[in-house]
């Protein structure tokens, strides 16, 4: 598509509960990111793939976290028994190489979660 | 650890007023550095981006920046604000070592211009 599309946009659930966030990155692109947003904070990264290689998951805040993107181009970042902490903005990010290249990353609409 | 510190959480301005917002991140190494934007309602975009060269940046919608890496500084600047740049600013930082796939971001600056 023409940017990066992330669905749902809303999400609430349980305490408890599993959700799966979607993230379609810009067609071609290499690089894929997911970063959460806290209420009055900047986005914190949390992991990112290339291709469907996971290059960095070091911000995954505890194993509840997972992300894959199996076939390089869409993504899931699943949080398991969420909790109410995990309430957020999540927003998926792509581009053509890292942004440390010379590209810069295209950001999506982003997922808002509440967890009640 | 990294970090990027933006020096004011809120701004109100009234148009046609000068505006510098500032960055400062802690880093020893070479870093790209980036300029976001958040309009209402809307998703983050490209704003200005350095990555090397003139460290004077000239983005979209009349904003500048410039990198004075001696200090650590990556400042936004537009000289006569309006209306329409009321949105929320973010300062990143894209560590260059490891491949600079990392960004970290500010906390953001939320700007609200008077009309």
């Known amino acids: 598509g023409a940017g990066v599309s992330q669905s749902p946009r809303y999400k609430v659930t349980k305490r408890g509960q599993d959700v799966a966030l979607r993230c379609d990155p810009i067609s071609g692109h290499v690089s894929l990111y997911w970063y959460r947003q806290a209420l009055g904070q900047g986005p914190e990264f949390l992991t990112y793939?290339?291709?469907?290689?996971?290059?960095?998951k070091s911000g995954l805040p505890n194993d509840r976290f997972s992300a894959e993107r199996p076939e390089g181009s869409i993504s899931t970042l699943t949080i398991q028994r969420t909790e109410q902490r995990d309430s957020a903005m999540y927003r998926c990010?792509?581009?053509?190489?890292?942004?440390?290249?010379?590209?810069?990353?295209?950001f999506g609409q982003g997922t808002r979660l509440t967890v009640v | 650890a990294q970090s990027v510190s933006q020096h004011n959480h809120h701004v109100i301005l009234s148009e046609a007023a000068s505006l510098e917002l500032g960055c400062n991140y802690s880093y020893g190494g070479t870093v790209n550095l980036f300029w976001y934007v958040q309009y209402p309602g809307q998703h983050l975009q490209l704003l200005l981006k350095y990555f090397s060269g003139d460290p004077l940046v000239k983005g979209i919608k009349g904003f500048e920046a410039e990198f004075i890496k001696s200090k650590f500084s990556f400042n936004l600047r537009k000289p006569s604000v309006q209306w329409s740049d009321t949105a929320e600013y973010f300062c990143a930082v894209s560590p260059l070592r490891g491949g600079g796939f990392k960004t970290i971001f500010g906390a953001g600056t939320r700007l609200f211009v008077k009309a």
């Open positions: 793939f290339n291709y469907e290689a996971q290059q960095d």
């Open positions: 990010a792509s581009s053509r190489t890292g942004t440390g290249l010379g590209t810069e990353a295209f």
